[in-house]
């Protein structure tokens, strides 16, 4: 079981929700003294946990048009499930008139996602990634996901630190949502990696060195709010939230 969980945790090394789905498995194994009985544990943790991924995505993404004023106009990258969700429910209850999505290179995921939320009847203007932080003063809100938020840093798509920064610089709200099993405390934050991935998506030469990472850490006091199934909280109410949580002990026999 111990191996299970940190191959997948190493599998992909930026997703906080992994992390946390492993710590939730050691926790309910690490405790039983037969086989049987820890199969049984660990089964009854995961069907729980799965039980409740829809309803927490349905009441972050409620939670997060609730904190749009009206009409808003907002800018996002990438393709959160979460915030996706949260722009439909926003455009149906008055709170969002006109989304902008950055492509969001490499994979240009972006792009679908606004073709998507064009379908659902959304205003929507996509820009070239390199626009987005001089985009962020016309409009009212920075919105992104999340794919981990420690007790210092939200890990996300690669543009969401510039976004972020022009946030601030423009005085606009930079809010994230997601749901919090993605929320991950400081015991399990420091097993978080940014992997490099394929450089040939961006450029096929051996006589070219090319850095190509998908995600990138925003330091956590940029952003506004973080809105989850539970509240919307500052930075310092994440972290108490955070403080809360200690990790299983298994933990302590694996390498980092």
Not at 21 to 25: E, F, H, N, P
Not at 88 to 99: I, Y
Not at 219 to 226: F, K, N, S
């Given at each position: 079981m111990r191996a299970a969980g940190v191959a997948v945790v190493r599998a992909q090394p930026a997703m906080g929700s992994l992390l946390n789905?492993?710590?939730?498995?050691f926790r309910a194994a690490q405790r039983p003294t037969t086989a049987a009985d820890g199969g049984a544990a660990v089964r009854a943790v995961l069907d729980a946990y799965l039980a409740t991924r829809e309803a927490a995505a349905g009441a972050a993404a409620a939670r997060l048009a609730s904190?749009?004023?009206?009409?808003?106009?907002?800018?996002?990258?990438?393709s959160s499930a979460v915030a996706a969700r949260a722009f439909?429910?926003?455009?149906?209850?008055?709170?969002?008139?006109?989304?902008?999505v950055a492509e969001s290179r490499p994979g240009r995921e972006g792009v679908k996602l606004a073709a998507r939320l064009a379908a659902a009847g959304i205003p929507v203007v996509v820009i070239v990634d390199a626009l987005a932080p001089a985009w962020v003063e016309r409009i009212d809100a920075v919105v992104v996901g999340a794919d981990a938020v420690t007790p210092w840093a939200v890990w996300n798509k690669c543009g969401?630190?510039?976004?972020?920064?022009?946030?601030?610089?423009?005085?606009?709200?930079?809010l994230v949502v997601t749901t919090a099993d993605r929320l991950v405390p400081a015991g399990l934050a420091r097993r978080l990696r940014v992997p490099d991935v394929?450089?040939?998506?961006?450029?096929?030469?051996?006589?070219?060195?090319?850095v190509n990472q998908l995600?990138?850490?925003?330091?956590?006091?940029?952003?506004?709010?973080?809105?989850?199934?539970?509240?919307?909280r500052a930075p310092a109410a994440v972290r108490q939230r955070l403080a809360r949580r200690r990790a299983a002990t298994w933990w302590r026999t694996i390498s980092a």
């Open positions: 789905v492993a710590d939730l498995v904190c749009l004023r009206p009409r808003a106009a907002c800018l996002t990258l990438s439909v429910v926003a455009h149906r209850a008055g709170r969002l008139a006109r989304l902008v969401t630190l510039a976004l972020a920064l022009a946030a601030r610089a423009a005085r606009r709200r930079c394929e450089p040939e998506a961006v450029l096929e030469r051996r006589d070219v060195e090319v995600f990138d850490r925003t330091p956590l006091d940029l952003v506004t709010r973080v809105v989850t199934e539970e509240a919307s």
